[in-house]
């Protein structure tokens, strides 16, 4: 078997194409639905974003799984190969896990570190696991990309630090007032920046928000979704009065606010420190304002300097995470490798198990003069010196099905306890698919032969004895 990840995303394709391909929440499970059914597909998940649509495959042959999966594409998303075949990337084995690892860790987001994608992650994941379209491979997957997604933002500040502007501006007041506790916050411009300025701020600590727009009914909306009031354009000069933080974001192309409005207000706060942030593209806010007593302003530009310094911590919490994933894909590999040993295994403990229990049959049938509890004690001391027996080349099998002479060492551990016909034979009255010649294949051949697992391994949670 084979893990493939196939798909278009904002640094291959751009956004006129990738909205072709985008997929609801809705229209998601009949297509996982069609492309589980298609040819050389055992395990699928899908991810969409509005920067990517990924297909996550456990494939059993890559040479022609390549043109199925771009039949599954024109057929789902009505879009030609010609069109699409130049934006398309294709990962194989350790190059697609690793990339599911950077993808969960946000570190191949158009952010680096930003969190959204996480959730999208799980979400995609456990649409998947709905949908009955993972397995044995994918559950253990991606239950360790989520695991060590939450792990590099626990460990590393790959999210400490803002990025966008709506959280630097926040930042920035944070650092002058050091706390939004008691600070009278004003929002200008109930548009996209302007929602999500008010949830920093709220996230902050700021607790009292007012909002500000031209349109009244939005800024309504806006100040209820975040516990903040709607105050009329009509009152600007008293809410700025009060104000000790200004935040402004409207799609004006005229300054909101002119030197001769902050100006009028300054005689009555007493003394107190307005701050000023203008993030607006035109600026909302006249520079002269800058040069008024007791008034700080900061723009866009002034906000570059937070921006780059945290995308540069974030930058360096990136490469401790991609030692983390490193050290990830190394573990996953590992156990991609002693995956197949289990059925093996099993083997020699059922074919030990019969010759112990013919063995003592035979020996209790010439002595009928033993007690029930002589029996138990034989047939219990009997069973620990076979468990013992075993010990030890079960333990040397695990580890050596781990190096890169597994499948002959498979191989060899088949052939040297004589568990041929043992692999053969049937369980539950179905034949068990995992042959010898399975077994003296490459590992990935093996790791097919894996019994249908219980409801806790599907989790992600499965241990091979």
Not at 14 to 27: M, N
Not at 212 to 219: G, H, I, L
Not at 359 to 388: A, C, F, G, M, W
């Amino acid at each position: 078997m084979h893990i493939l990840t196939v798909g278009l995303h904002y640094r291959t394709a751009p956004v006129e194409l990738r909205e072709k391909f985008a997929l609801s929440g809705a229209d998601l499970p009949e297509a996982l639905q069609d492309l589980k059914e298609t040819p050389s597909v055992l395990e699928c998940v899908i991810l969409s974003t509005c920067n990517r649509t990924e297909l996550y495959l456990v494939v059993d042959r890559k040479k022609m799984c390549g043109n199925y999966i771009r039949s599954f594409l024109e057929r789902r998303f009505g879009v030609s190969r010609e069109e699409f075949n130049p934006h398309l990337f294709i990962l194989e084995e350790e190059a697609a896990v690793r990339h599911l690892f950077q993808v969960a860790c946000g570190l191949d987001s158009m952010v680096i570190g930003e969190t959204q994608i996480l959730g999208q992650v799980k979400t995609a994941f456990q649409c998947a696991q709905a949908e009955k379209t993972t397995g044995t491979l994918f559950n253990r997957l991606f239950k360790q990309a989520v695991t060590l997604a939450k792990r590099a933002r626990t460990e590393t500040s790959i999210a400490d630090n803002p990025v966008s502007v709506s959280y630097a501006a926040v930042e920035l007041g944070r650092r002058f007032f050091g706390t939004f506790s008691g600070k009278r916050v004003l929002i200008l411009g109930a548009g996209k920046m302007g929602e999500l300025t008010a949830k920093h701020l709220q996230s902050g600590g700021a607790a009292e928000l007012a909002v500000m727009n031209r349109t009244f009914e939005k800024a309504e909306e806006l100040a209820a979704r975040f516990g903040g009031h709607a105050v009329p354009m009509a009152l600007l000069g008293e809410e700025l009065a009060a104000a000790d933080i200004v935040i402004s974001s409207t799609g004006s192309n005229a300054n909101v606010l002119s030197r001769a409005d902050v100006e009028a207000i300054l005689p009555g706060r007493s003394g107190r420190s307005l701050f000023l942030i203008d993030i607006a593209v035109p600026r909302d806010i006249d520079p002269a304002v800058a040069k008024l007593p007791g008034v700080r302003l900061y723009n866009v530009d002034d906000l570059e300097s937070i921006i780059e310094t945290n995308l540069e911590e974030r930058r360096k919490a990136a490469e401790l995470i991609e030692e983390m994933i490193g050290g990830e894909c190394a573990d996953f590999e590992h156990w991609l490798k002693t995956l197949g040993v289990g059925p093996v295994i099993h083997a020699l403990q059922e074919k030990s198990g019969r010759i112990h229990e013919d063995t003592v049959d035979n020996l209790l049938q010439k002595l009928p003069h033993l007690s029930e509890r002589d029996q138990t004690v034989i047939r219990r001391l009997t069973k620990s010196i076979v468990n013992q027996m075993l010990r030890d080349p079960i333990m040397r099998i695990k580890e050596m099905a781990g190096e890169e002479s597994g499948p002959e060492a498979i191989r060899q551990f088949v052939k040297l306890f004589a568990l041929e016909d043992m692999l053969h034979e049937r369980e539950d009255g179905e034949t068990r698919e995992a042959g010898p010649s399975r077994f003296a294949a490459e590992a990935d051949q093996a790791k097919a032969e894996l019994a249908p697992l219980t409801e806790e391994a599907a989790a992600g949670s499965m241990v091979i004895a």
